[in-house]
Nanobody
Framework: QVQLVESGGGSVQAGGSLRLSCATSGYTYNAKGWFRQAPGKEREGVAVIYSSGTTYYADSVKGRFTISQDNARKMVYLQMNSLKPEDTAMYYC?????????????????????WGQGTQVTVSS
């Protein structure tokens, strides 16, 4: 059964840290990513980790966020440091099916067939 379940969201003051986790089941996914959506805004890509372990980040989070995976435990993580109020959003874990080639350096939501229910991150100033 295909399932992605996020956890780890919460409220934190600016400059603080949070670690999001995503438990996956079903396939051995090709690429996995984190997206976020703030109220009134479109969902945007935050970070992607490919099957090779290569990572890609949005410019807005580069140097502050780190995506990682534990293939044995089928987990994906997003370590978020130096959080800013503009990082406030619902964060979603997403995964691409094993047969799909995901182009490096893009956040094409169409590549990711599977999505979690989201976890809220709120950063106060």
């Amino acid at each position: 059964q295909v399932q992605l379940v996020e956890s780890g969201g919460g409220s934190v003051q600016a400059g603080g840290s949070l670690r999001l986790s995503c438990a996956t089941s079903g396939y051995t996914y090709n690429a996995k990513g984190w997206f976020r959506q703030a109220p009134g805004k479109e969902r945007e890509g935050v970070a992607v980790i490919y099957s090779s372990g290569t990572t890609y980040y949005a410019d807005s989070v580069k140097g502050r966020f780190t995506i990682s995976q534990d293939n044995a435990r089928k987990m994906v993580y997003l370590q978020m440091n130096s959080l800013k109020p503009e990082d406030t959003a619902m964060y979603y874990c997403a995964a691409a099916p094993p047969f799909r080639t995901v182009q490096f350096g893009t956040f094409d939501r169409g590549d990711f067939d599977f999505w979690g229910q989201g976890t809220q991150v709120t950063v106060s100033s």
